[in-house]
Every structure is written in C-alpha cells, then in structure tokens.
C-alpha cells in the first residue's frame, strides 16, 4: 500500500462515471469564477444528495454543496464545499496533471435545464 493505505481505499471505491460534454456548458460560462460555481452546482446535481461521513461520530456532510453565505465584510457569496474522492497513484503520476487524479461520484447527468443557458 501507498499513501497510508489510499492507494486500497481507491480500489475499494467502485469506478462510475458522468461524463462531460464540454459543448454542454452554456456559453455565458465565460470566466472561472463562473466555471467554478456552475461545477459546483452540476457536481451537487449529480451527487443527488449523497452525503460523506467526514469526521468519525459527527454528521454526514453532503458529497457537494453550493450555497450562499455572507462574510463579515457584508458581500454575498457562493459557498463551495466538495469531497471528491481521489485515486492517490494517478496524482503522484507525474505526466499527468493533478485534477486527472479526481474520481467520478455518479453516473447521473446533470438535469437538462441545468445545461442551457
């Protein structure tokens, strides 16, 4: 085992897959701040409610979340919370890049009115 046993964990995880069409992004997605937020929200859509048990005796948190919240500084923000599970040998591959090394959560596609614009 390697990485304190995740390389196991990952293979115990069973392998499914939503894939993405990139042409389905609506195209007003037109920065990263955007892009974030729409992923978050396609993520959450898919994840359909699924929940992880973060810290061992305490709620199960959702796999991935986006909210809305407002800092002390009084500007309202979208909150971003996401447990993506990771196959640890493909993020220390390195000819890959690190966000290859993220597993899928679902085989769920995002509802179609979340795909336009």
């Known amino acids: 085992m390697t ?3 995740h390389t196991a964990w990952a293979l115990l995880l069973p392998r499914r897959m939503a894939a993405l069409n990139p042409s389905e ?11 974030l937020v729409f992923a ?9 409610g699924e929940s992880v048990n973060v810290e061992q005796g305490k709620q199960e948190q959702r796999l991935a979340s986006c909210s809305l919240g407002t800092t002390a500084d009084g500007v309202d923000r979208f909150v971003i919370g996401a447990y993506v599970p990771v196959d640890m040998p493909a993020l220390n591959d390195p000819t890959e890049k690190t966000w290859m ?7 769920a596609r995002p509802h179609v009115n979340f795909l336009q614009n």
Do not use: F, K
Request: no cysteine; aromatic share 4%.
């Open 40 to 48: 978050a929200q396609a993520l959450a859509n898919i994840a359909n």
């Open 101 to 107: 090394a993220a597993m899928d959560v679902s085989t």
């Open 25 to 35: 992004i609506p195209s007003h997605i037109n920065t990263y701040e955007r892009l």
């Open 3 to 5: 990485g304190g046993g």
